[in-house]
């Protein structure tokens, strides 16, 4: 059985940074992309980062390029988000998503994923 779990989030003053976490179990991860996804009140899901570990491509939205940073931590089975330099429009629901059918930029622009986790909350706020 195949599980996502997101942790990390918070509340974050501007400018502050926060760690993702998205512990991966039921899969092999280095067959595997992982996505990071958030979804701010009353818009749509985002694609924010999206990491293959088969091939090592990587894709960052616009928004968040040299602010975010995705990893992974072999030995854990988990997948990291660093954000740094928070900005209020990063507020939302984080989650991550799993997948190995598409490449990283498919993953990230339309998800046709089942694997998701349950969601983070990370609000920026001063």
């Known amino acids: 059985q195949v599980q996502l779990v997101e942790s990390g989030g918070g509340l974050v003053q501007p400018g502050g940074s926060l760690r993702l976490s998205c512990a991966v179990s039921?899969?092999?991860?280095?067959?595997?992309?992982i996505g990071w996804f958030r979804q701010a009140p009353g818009k749509e899901r985002e694609g924010v980062s999206c990491k293959s570990f088969s091939d090592g491509s990587t894709y960052y939205a616009d928004s968040v390029k040299g602010r975010f940073t995705i990893s992974r931590d072999n030995a854990k089975n988990t997948v990291y988000l660093q954000m740094n330099s928070l900005k209020p429009g990063d507020t939302g629901v984080y989650y991550c998503?799993?997948?190995?059918?598409?490449?990283?930029?498919?993953?990230?622009?339309?998800?046709?994923?089942?694997?998701w986790g349950q969601g983070t909350q990370v609000t920026v706020s001063s």
């Open positions: 039921g899969i092999t991860l280095d067959n595997y992309a």
């Open positions: 998503a799993a997948d190995n059918r598409h490449g990283v930029q498919s993953l990230c622009e339309l998800p046709l994923t089942d694997y």
